[in-house]
């Protein structure tokens, strides 16, 4: 079960994780499958830091690549093929996107991106993922690119190269489904609750719905908090930088069939993504800006980094794009480790190593930080093999490369199923469960829970009141925000507020 509070939380338990991002979640779902009894704890919510704020996809390490981390690109291309090929194929998929080669895109340019474009597909061919998972890229004509993006601006337009990588369903479900997954295998998920500190050996917690301070007595202790994790342990230093997406209507750039690279004009090897979302919208990102001073609990983006993307994203399209295009905006701040030099410090943030850090304080507590949401699996068998050797605990081996998350079947199967499609690729073949346990719940009809909540808006009821009852979300923010995300938009989440303030009033005797 994952519960709001820490009503009738143990006293004593094996590992405490601190924090439910994707870390943090990747983190419970090993330590449990070792067969350790675990409590893991969020202040707010599952994914309500960072990992709600990404970019949606499962990287094959190619960035890394270039700047010469060939252990970390290996690593994210192996992490990025368990997921796809794995634990979670429901929840991935391919994702087609060219680079187009417009009269900003030197000759030069060109060839490195197609080479770039080479590099990945080896990275790719190392880490065993099949072509049939993520195809080899190719070149395309200009017509050709015209026809998977009608809008490109077609004026000195000489091609384009055309590449695959993952892409995730969304990141905040793909936490949820790693939490409920290591529920189902014992662990203790408990949000609304704080560690106000930690050692080694203990955790004191506070109830964020009742205010109750309680101790709890551990083996080993994991500090999982992201960009927060330098409030529990002095020793971990981190400079965070913060990133913006922007979300448009998919009417702003009509008929993109693929996600497009916009070239920077003026600047080398840099691009904005523009990223087809299965919602009807598009997401355009994203900025890399130093975000120094307090760490905010929802990062806001700034209006120059909304005008920055809009500005690079009209360059390259031709439909003229304004401020009133732009229906959402998120930010998120990357938890980078802090670096020791004052030379490495007048580096942009861009050139901060990506990987990820496992630091272990004098009182004995494991923090992991850094790495990225496609790594977070390798991430979290590093940290709790490190919270095991530190403490002394004898377990099992690591499991989870080979543990399907909750729902997952292979893409023949999921493609099989006849069940809502929107359910299908968000819950795989659990679709037949939140149909089945929201009729059950609600004693309302499938066709009831299942239409969209409201006009243009498709989220349904019957996924609102699982998350309710299987997911352990607390207020119509857990259900709009995280458990869907119809909050990207801010006028949809208007229309969504009384569907889930339903769903909460369905489901209140399933909450006390
Ligand atoms: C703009 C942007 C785009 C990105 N895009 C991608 C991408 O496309 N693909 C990819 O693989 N990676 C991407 N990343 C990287 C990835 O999103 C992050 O590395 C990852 O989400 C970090 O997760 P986390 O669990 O470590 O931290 P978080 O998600 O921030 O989780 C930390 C949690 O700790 C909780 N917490 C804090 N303090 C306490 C406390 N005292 N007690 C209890 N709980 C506490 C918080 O509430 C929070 O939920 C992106 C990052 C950014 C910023």
New binding site residues.
């Given amino acids: 079960m994952i519960t709001p509070g820490l009503k009738d939380v143990p006293t004593e338990v094996d590992v405490v994780v ?7 979640a990747g983190v419970a779902l090993d330590a449990a499958t070792r067969g350790l009894s675990v409590l893991a ?5 599952l ?13 094959g390490g190619l960035r890394y690549l270039a700047t010469g981390q060939v252990g970390v690109a290996h690593e994210s291309a192996l992490e990025r093929g368990i997921l796809m090929d794995v634990t979670a194929p429901h929840l991935t998929r391919a994702m087609p996107m060219i680079v187009p080669f417009n009269s900003s895109v030197s000759g030069m340019q060109a060839a490195i991106t197609r080479g770039g474009m080479l590099a990945g597909d080896l990275l790719r061919r190392s880490a065993g993922t099949s072509p049939d998972t993520l195809p080899k890229p190719r070149h395309l004509s200009a017509t050709e690119a015209l026809t998977l993006a009608p809008s490109l601006r077609s004026a000195g337009l000489r091609g384009a190269m055309l590449g695959w990588d993952g892409q995730l369903e969304d ?1 905040a479900r793909l936490v949820t489904t790693v939490a409920r997954t290591a529920a189902a295998y014992g662990a203790q998920v408990r949000t609304r ?4 500190s930690a050692t080694g050996t203990s955790v004191e917690l506070r109830d964020e719905l009742t205010g109750a301070v309680t101790t709890v007595a551990a083996r080993a202790v994991v500090n ?5 994790a330098g ?2 342990v002095d020793e971990v230093g981190l400079r965070p930088s ?4 922007l979300v448009l209507r998919e009417s702003a750039v009509p008929g993109l069939q693929v996600a497009v690279f916009a070239p920077v004009p003026g600047e080398t090897n840099r691009f904005v993504l523009v990223l087809p979302q299965p919602d009807g919208t598009l997401y355009v ?2 900025t890399d800006v130093p975000a120094d001073g307090p760490v905010p609990d929802v990062p806001e983006p700034t209006e120059q980094e909304i005008g920055f993307l809009l500005d690079v994203v009209a360059a390259a399209f031709t439909r003229p794009l304004h401020r009133s295009d732009v229906v959402g905006a998120f ?5 980078l480790l802090d670096v020791a030099t004052e030379d490495e410090r007048s580096e942009e943030t861009a050139d901060i190593s990506r990987k990820h850090a496992v630091l272990t304080s004098a009182s004995g507590v494991v923090t992991i ?8 699996r390798r991430m979290a068998e590093d940290a709790v093999d490190a919270a095991l050797a530190g403490a002394g605990i004898e377990a099992g081996p690591c499991r989870t490369a080979s543990l399907p998350l909750a729902g997952a079947a292979s893409r023949d199967v999921l493609a099989g199923l006849e069940q809502d499609p929107r359910l299908v690729r968000r819950f795989g073949i659990d679709a037949d469960l939140v149909l089945t346990s929201a009729v059950e719940a609600t004693g309302l009809s499938e066709d009831e829970l299942l239409a969209p909540v409201t006009d243009g808006i498709p989220v349904t009821l019957a996924e609102l009141v699982f998350g309710v009852t299987h997911e352990g979300a607390h207020d119509v923010g857990d259900l709009l925000d995280r458990r869907t995300r119809v909050g990207l938009v801010p006028a949809d989440r208007a229309l969504a507020v009384p569907a889930a303030e339903r769903a909460l009033a369905l489901t209140a005797g399933a909450r006390t």
């Fill in positions: 601190v924090g439910l991002g994707i870390t943090g704890v969020d202040a707010h919510d994914a309500f830091g960072t990992s709600r704020w990404s970019s949606k996809l499962v990287h990141d609750a704080r560690v106000l999982a908090t992201g960009v927060w409030d529990l913060r990133g913006t997406h990102g994203l930010a998120g701040l990357r938890p930080v850094g790495g990225k949401l496609t790594t977070y």
